[in-house]
């Protein structure tokens, strides 16, 4: 009886020593094949890059974005020289007034949210005067708020710009022009 | 002498029947063009009143004092010339927010 407890004793901690062993040391596929697991600090490095060429990017965006500011400014030129022109001629141009006050109050609301994201983009929180990463949790703050107002920005001018392309047309077919 | 009247006579007929020629040349040939009459100003002036484009905007003199202000004038070229122009433009611009629309890709 007592040999029979000896073997049953032996064989848990027998068991238990490979089980407590396997856990330890792991031999997982990429240590298997040779492969590098990444390590805590090439994962933050790696973020650290992405957040800088995100940052560039949108340093790039708003830059162009800015020329979407003269263009509108054309377009809503060409559109008040209509409205001289047919208000010389007697025409109805309400439709028309409204759709250019319209579309230059978004062009203004617009440009607010591009202001802030140049604002935020100049201060450069988290980031070092070179774009540099400087703090990870404040420049990754940077990059959505900036990206969030240069995307507003973007979608109010494009729903500006398409509202007064289509009143435009419209006006035209109802004056038969 | 005979002889020099005859070639005297020759000539002339030969000059006269030249200059009848080039006459009927001139009404036969171009009978589709009708010549603008010389110093016929009025022909003239509605000539390049035609050739002028007619969306050109009408004079749009000062007035004078004491006397009523011209308004300027304007046709439908001008209008329509204007309309395309503006819709182009607006057209070009949405095209380039459109080819902008990479912020997506930004995060």
Redesign the interface.
Known sequence: MKKKISILLILTLSLSTILLFSTVHPVTASSAQGLVRPTRTMLIQGLETQMEL?YQ??IN?QQ??GL?FT??A??AT??Q??IN??K??NMNVTDLETALTAFNSQVASARTYHDQAVSLLLTHNGFDVNGKVADTQAAHQT?DSA?QD??MA?LT??SA??A??TS??TW?QQNH? | MKRRKLQIVLVLLAASMLAGCNGSFRTTHNKEVTPIPYKNTEAIATLVASTLTPEMPQSTATGLPGQPTPTATYDSGLLSRQIDTAASDLDKFLEDLNSTDTLKDIK
């Open positions: 995100a990017r949108e965006f162009r974005q979407h263009y509108a054309t377009a060409d559109v020289n209509i022109t047919a010389n001629k990059l990206r240069l995307q973007h001018l494009t710009t398409l007064l392309r435009l047309q035209r022009l």
